[in-house]
């Protein structure tokens, strides 16, 4: 169901796991607060997000069209590898429909499915194109039941396999689409845990179990190397086994392995990702979680001793409330999403990294993330505070008043300065966008018992039995 009435897709669309939402968390704090004239305007706000989506999208489409990513400042086009893999096509494609924009929807999907080949003699980044292409390509699917783009995703993903041909199974961070040839043995919890949902999806859909099993045994892996209290480190070797970096932290290069085990056992019902998030989850909270005077954050500890090593937190550690949320911890994840709303108001808009304890600035770009708008998101679905509708409305007024231009929205390269960077990266339209407009929308937009979202937020639509890997986790 379409929340925008008359704006429906044309029949062959079956839009089957959007359905009037049976909240999943409707036991959680009993009725939803009552109605107030102070409340935030959630059918404006959405509107607002809406129109401002649809602002980044037409100029994308009028500097960019067909081409990887826009530069709102220059307005022209960006190709990650010289040639368009048309990443923001398919990362938007699910947010259009979301947004009941069927019109311009139609249009991306007709260029994906009449221009879109992954034949070409280029090095892709295995984790960037499996979260952004191949989510989006499934999602689409799933959305649209045009079988050609689940064929197109069939395409990447057996493209992509032979990342996973490392003497550990844990996979290569790089391969060419064309000939399989891998480099970038040096690799992180992320980039090899952040796989099988995708995967898992292909192999469900295309009932070729190869896929599920590769990207499980190299979750397994991974998570057979943390240490004896139970955290992984920062960078690992693949061909070797051995970590490189043994600094731990919930941030990027580690952040997602964490959100893919809960959300494995989520959307496949899988019960070795289920114990594995709760043993990984329990050394989160012991060695990394600081209650400083600050508020509530996970910094940055060793992962043999849990000395803690860094007192660091940022735009891509936000990430963190929801999932605790959507994990059952609803303490620690409304403390948590406090302080990460304490690091936006900073500079009225997050910065890349902060010192907690100093609340001083480390990093401070900000390239239009999204975590944080998706944990409020979370928030609210499971506890109706309008609390976090009020976050959203400042997280939006930020967006429009620092990161919008004439020609869509740029990053920033200084969150003081507010000096703007040339790139409006596909995420933004594929989650932070998305993200805000689902937590003003009307529940009924989406419904959560019936999907898991991606890392790069494309619905993936959830089973009711388990898949059983050839593997287990010891």
């Known amino acids: 169901m379409l929340s925008n009435p008359g704006a429906g897709l044309t029949s062959r669309w079956v839009f089957s796991i959007l359905l009037p939402l049976v909240p999943l968390f409707a036991s959680v704090n009993g009725a939803a ?85 992954f034949d070409k003699d280029i090095s892709v980044k295995n984790f960037e194109v499996t979260i952004r292409l191949l ?25 992509l396999l032979p990342v996973f041909d490392s003497p550990t199974g844990m996979p290569y961070r790089f391969v060419n689409l064309r000939t399989g040839e891998v480099h970038g043995s040096r690799s992180n919890p992320a980039e090899i845990g952040t796989l099988i949902l ?27 190397r943390r240490s004896q209290i139970g955290l992984v480190g920062e960078e690992i070797d693949v061909e070797t086994g051995e970590w490189i970096s043994r600094a731990s932290h919930v941030g990027g ?24 998030w709760r043993g990984s989850v329990r050394a989160l909270n012991r060695h990394l979680a600081d209650d400083a005077p600050t508020g509530l954050w996970y910094g940055q500890v060793e992962m043999v001793t849990g000395k803690r090593s860094a007192t660091e937190f940022g735009a891509l550690h936000a990430f963190l409330p929801g999932i605790l949320a959507l994990g059952g911890d609803l303490g620690r994840a409304k403390r948590l999403e406090e302080s990460c709303l304490k690091m936006w108001a900073l500079q009225g808009i997050e910065p890349e990294v902060l010192d907690y304890r100093t609340m001083q600035i480390v990093q401070s770009g900000y390239p239009l993330r999204p975590e944080i708008m998706e944990s409020a998101f979370y928030l609210h679905r499971l506890t109706r505070d309008p609390r976090y509708l009020e976050m959203g409305s400042r997280f939006l007024e930020g967006l429009i008043k620092y990161c919008r ?14 000096e703007k960077g040339d790139l409006m990266p596909s995420y933004f339209l594929a989650e932070t966008l998305k993200y805000l407009y689902l937590l003003f929308a009307p529940d009924d937009t989406l419904d959560l018992d019936r999907v898991v979202f991606n890392t790069e937020a494309h619905p993936l639509r959830r089973v009711d039995s388990s898949i059983r890997s050839a593997r287990s986790s010891r």
């Open 253 to 276: 290069g580690i952040d997602s392995y964490y959100e893919y085990l809960l959300k494995c056992s989520r959307l496949f019902g899988d019960r070795d990702c289920e114990r594995m």
């Open 135 to 159: 989510g989006g390509l499934l999602s689409g699917y799933q959305m649209t039941g045009d079988g050609r783009l689940l064929r197109l995703a069939e395409d990447l993903g057996t493209r």
């Open 198 to 224: 995708e995967f898992g999806t292909l192999a469900r859909l295309t009932k070729k179990p190869v896929y599920y099993d590769k990207a499980k045994n190299a979750l397994v892996q991974l998570y057979n």
């Open 33 to 117: 607060p009552s109605p107030s004239s102070t409340l935030p305007d959630r059918a404006a706000l959405a509107a607002q997000v809406r129109a401002e989506f649809l602002h980044a999208w037409r100029a994308y489409e009028h500097h960019a069209w067909g081409h990887d990513e826009l530069k709102p400042l220059s307005r022209t086009a960006h190709d990650w590898h010289g040639q368009s893999l048309l990443m923001t096509p398919v990362d938007a494609l699910d947010t259009l429909i979301l947004m009941g924009l069927s019109n311009d929807a139609e249009k991306a999907r007709r260029l994906i499915v009449e221009k879109l080949s």
């Open 405 to 418: 231009t004439d020609t869509g929205y740029a990053t920033l390269k200084d969150v003081v300065t507010k």
